[in-house]
């Protein structure tokens, strides 16, 4: 089945670490975007890729760090910059044009700063 | 800039009543919306989008949406709810002009009471 992976499902990270959530796709699309979700506040753009070897900010992009050396796949680092990291991270991917296709998305991540 | 208000951040309904949940944008040419849904702790899948022509959109399990570009809406509609319904439910929107970054509402959470 084609879709996105997102691993790990729940991660615990002590102050000062850097973790990297992974994101892949089968789905053979160009486009690619990282979401933080914190309750009430909807989704947040960190990191958006249209293609490989490009991405761009978000808005909230402080703190994070991406690649995309293939097309599959667009990690996320959060970094030991990034003071507020507990949150639900979510990838997904763009089927189509800009402006008329769809996202398709992957379970999540859950990362929780002890 | 493109942007999707939700109005209410949740709702709640008895089983088998109407739904209704709104979303409005601000813009002066029309944008591309979507709708979309999140069951807890999982990522959000597509309810429906309008892109051009048809104003009335027909969606999975029993959604609906009008686009109405005199109100500058596009409010989510269904006859009969069911207890499976009750989720987050996301407004988001692909701006036509400028940038094409999907932009999401703050969500709206659906209670439904049997």
């Known amino acids: 089945d084609g879709g996105i992976t997102q691993s790990p499902k729940y991660l615990f990270r002590k102050e000062g670490q850097n973790v990297t959530l992974s994101c892949e796709q089968n789905l053979n699309h160009d486009a690619m975007y990282w979401y933080r979700q914190d309750p009430g506040q909807g989704l947040r753009l960190i990191y958006y890729s249209q293609i490989v070897n490009d991405f761009q900010k978000g808005d909230i992009a402080e703190g994070y760090s991406v690649s995309r050396e293939k097309k599959e796949s667009f990690p996320l680092t959060v970094t030991s910059a990034q003071k507020n990291p507990t949150a639900f991270y979510l990838c997904?991917?763009?089927?189509?044009?800009?402006?008329?296709?769809?996202?398709?998305f992957g379970e999540g991540s859950r990362l929780t700063v002890l | 800039a493109q942007s999707v208000t939700q109005l209410g951040s949740h709702v709640s309904v008895s089983e088998g009543a109407l739904v209704l949940l709104r979303c409005n944008y601000s813009s002066s040419v029309p944008p591309y919306l979507f709708w979309y849904v999140q069951y807890p702790n999982q990522g959000l899948q597509l309810l429906l989008k309008?892109?051009?022509?048809?104003?009335l959109v027909k969606g999975i399990n029993g959604f609906e949406a009008e686009f109405k570009k005199s109100e500058t809406s596009f409010h989510l509609t269904k006859p009969s709810a069911h207890m499976s319904d009750a989720a987050e439910y996301f407004c988001?929107?692909?701006?036509?002009?400028?940038?094409?970054?999907?932009?999401f509402g703050r969500g709206t959470s659906l209670i439904v009471h049997p």
């Open positions: 309008y892109t051009t022509g048809a104003t």
């Open positions: 988001a929107s692909h701006a036509s002009g400028g940038s094409y970054i999907p932009t």
């Open positions: 997904a991917s763009r089927a189509g044009g800009a402006t008329t296709g769809e996202l398709f």
